[in-house]
């Protein structure tokens, strides 16, 4: 069985940018979160979608967003990047608030 | 969600066992205890998870405390490649009331030397 895949591995954007990141669950899962890994920081929990609707986000601003498709992937979006935004970006999918199971990441670099 | 403590770093022999502490005074009844680990710049691993009953399975073996305020997961004979932060995290099941998260404290280093 195939686990959570994230698109792409490594991304460098410059500051102002806009950066996408793509997360496709496991089959049969239908919830999909995204935490945050900043150098030298814990993981901190950005979003959870399921069923295609966002369902919790954590205290990070406005220009993160993301939405979930039909068969439920996800998209994170972060406008405006800044350089504290160069991060380890991890996705996870569940069934029902069943265990987490977490992709291999994107590094985010912000020039 | 439930506040864990653990040990920042931890060494273990080769082929010994390793035993992860966790402590969770104020877990509540219908709270489960998780355990996560992070090879470096990989994503968490799930590895076991367990309400108050022992568990075990093909990674780990998870001890819970009858009173359920502190749990330790052992790793019966530690490689090289279980070098990793292992994480606690005490969560209800479903969290679907709770916000789903996960919240990562900031876990135990394990470093597993030959």
């Known amino acids: 069985e195939a686990g959570v895949t994230q698109s792409p591995t490594h991304l460098i954007k410059t500051r102002g940018q806009q950066a996408t990141l793509r997360c496709s669950p496991i089959s049969g899962h239908t919830s999909v979160y995204w935490y945050q890994q900043a150098l030298g920081l814990g993981l901190q929990f950005l979003l959870w979608y399921d069923e295609g609707e966002e369902r919790n986000r954590g205290n990070f601003p406005p220009r993160f967003s993301g939405r979930q498709f039909p068969n439920y992937s996800s998209e994170l979006n972060v406008n405006a990047l800044e350089l504290e935004d160069s991060a380890l970006y991890l996705c996870a999918s569940s069934s029902w608030g069943n265990e987490q199971f977490f992709g291999p990441g994107t590094r985010l670099t912000v020039l | 969600d439930a506040k864990t403590t653990q040990p920042p770093s931890m060494d273990c022999a080769e082929g010994r066992a390793a035993n992860l502490p966790c402590n969770h005074s104020t877990i509540s009844g219908n709270e489960y205890v998780y355990w996560y680990r992070q090879i470096h710049s990989q994503g968490p691993q799930y590895i076991i998870h367990?309400?108050?009953n022992n568990e075990t399975n093909e990674m780990a073996s998870l001890i819970i405390t009858e009173d359920r305020k502190s749990s330790t997961l052992i790793l019966p004979h530690a490689t090289l490649r279980d070098t990793a932060v292992y994480y606690c995290i005490v969560r209800v099941r479903h969290g679907y009331n709770q916000g789903g998260k996960l919240i990562f404290g900031q876990g135990t280093e394990l470093s597993v030397k030959p």
């Open positions: 367990g309400l108050k």
